[in-house]
């Protein structure tokens, strides 16, 4: 029988795919917002949706608004700043001309957030879930480095990009589950959704006040384009909500590590909407990402 601790597993992949489109429609106004306008729409306009979560929240389950201890505090410190740091590395990473380099260093992020877990929340991670998340991640490496960017590969900008965001996006994860578990007294619906709330009005308030004080034309401009950014910031904070359930429920890098299933949605996208055939490397590289995957959630 599939039980309340399994939920990890369609939370993860929900929040997977809510990612894909948020992450397209972000891409898509970095041009015109520059990166710390793309970055801060998810933020802003992704704010009063979590605040709407959380109320939807209450009213369901009847459990009070927590207030937890101080320890909560630099748990969400560490996942809200962290967050931002690593969105900005990844839009910047998005307009760099080694994109596709720096995507496969940006996936060593569940290796990284398995070490960090285990290191500062105890997480337990068996022998089996580490080999299953070496194996994915070496899947989508694979799949990531198409011929001709493997000679980038020791090119210094897109190694720095790629392993700093992909250790603050590892931070960051560890930070959210790390303040969630220590949410005193209710579910763990409550618990992620109070935490969701917490640290989008952190990195609106962050974020915000950095665009006042250095680049006020910025924010005006994501005023005015309020229509789009306001679409990605309900799908941000969509995805958002389906991340913090499953840091509820499980190890921060079971949850990093299966939603390496992007790659292969992307894939599919690109397979069935644009009818790009797959080369054996890409094949391969999915098989081993399916294995993994499989693995993972089998154990």
Known sequence: ??????????????????????NAMQRSLTGP???????????????????????????ATGDRIPWPGAVFWPWLLLGSLSQILATGLMLAAMNDRSFVVTTAYLKTEAIQTAIFGFVFLGDHLTLLKVVAILIATIGVVVTALRPGAVRDIASVRPTVLGLVAAAAFAFSAVGFRGAIIVV??????????????????????????????????????ILGLWKPSLLAGFMGAAASQFWFLAF????????????????????????????????????????????????????
């Open 184 to 221: 005193p007294d209710v579910g763990f619906v409550t618990a992620a959704s109070y935490t969701l709330v917490c640290g989008l009005f952190v990195q609106t308030l962050v974020l915000t006040v950095y665009l006042v004080l250095r680049a006020p034309k910025v924010l005006r401009d």
């Open 1 to 22: 029988m599939f039980s309340i601790a399994a939920l990890w597993i369609p939370f993860t992949i929900v929040a997977s795919l809510g990612q894909v489109a948020r």
């Open 33 to 59: 917002l520059g990166i710390w306008g793309a970055t801060n729409i998810r933020f802003l306009f992704g704010f009063p949706f979590s605040v709407i979560f959380f109320a939807v929240v209450i009213v």
């Open 248 to 299: 509820a429920l499980t190890a921060a890098a079971n949850v990093r590590t299966l939603a390496l299933v992007e790659v292969l949605f992307a894939q599919a996208v690109a397979y069935f909407s644009f009818k790009q055939p797959l080369s054996v490397r890409e094949l391969s590289g999915i098989a081993l990402i399916v294995v993994g995957v499989a693995l993972l959630v089998s154990v």
